[in-house]
C-alpha cells in the first residue's frame, strides 16, 4: 500500500480507478479506504455481461459495495453515480500474472483490455505479488500493458 501511495502518479491523482479485489488477487480494500480518507475520488467497475463491457461508478465508501458477477465485489448504485474512462488520472488494474515488459494476464475474459483500449496518457498500474513475475506472458496486439506495477517488494516502472 505504502509503495503505491510513494508513486507520483498516486499523489497527483485526484480520481483513482480501483479494481475491487477477490479470490488471490492483492486486496484493494484497504487501499481505497484510505484513499477515500485522503480524499481521493474512487471509481470501481461493475461488470455489464449483455454488452461485454465495465462501467464505472463512483463510491463514497465500501458498503457501496456487493457480490456481483462472479461473485467480484461491485458497486450496487444508481446511474447517476456513472463516471467516464476519462474522469480518471490513475488506473489501478488486477493481474494474475507479469512480465517485465508490463504484459499482464488476467482472468481471460478480455473487460480491461476492452475498457482501456483507447486510453493513452493515463498510468495503468499493476498490483501483484513478487511470486507472479514470469519470464514472458504472450501477448497480442489488443491486450492493454502496464506502465508500472507495484508488488510486495518493489516498483517496476516499465520502459
Known sequence: MQ???NLHEF???KTILFYASFRTEVDTFNIIEESLKMGKNVLVPKVDKERHRLRLY????LRE???GYMGIPEPSLPDKRLRELNDADLIIIPCVGFDLSGNRLGYGAGYYDI????????????LAYE???IDAIPSEMHDVKVGIIVTDEQVIKVT
Do not use: C, G, R, Y
Open 131 to 133: 511470486e507472479q513475475l
Open 11 to 13: 499523489k497527483t491523482a
Open 58 to 61: 463512483e463510491i463514497k465508501n
Open 115 to 126: 475498457l482501456l483500449s483507447d486510453m493513452k496518457k493515463v498510468p495503468f498500474v499493476a
Open 3 to 5: 509503495s503505491l501511495f
Open 65 to 67: 459495495l456487493s457480490m
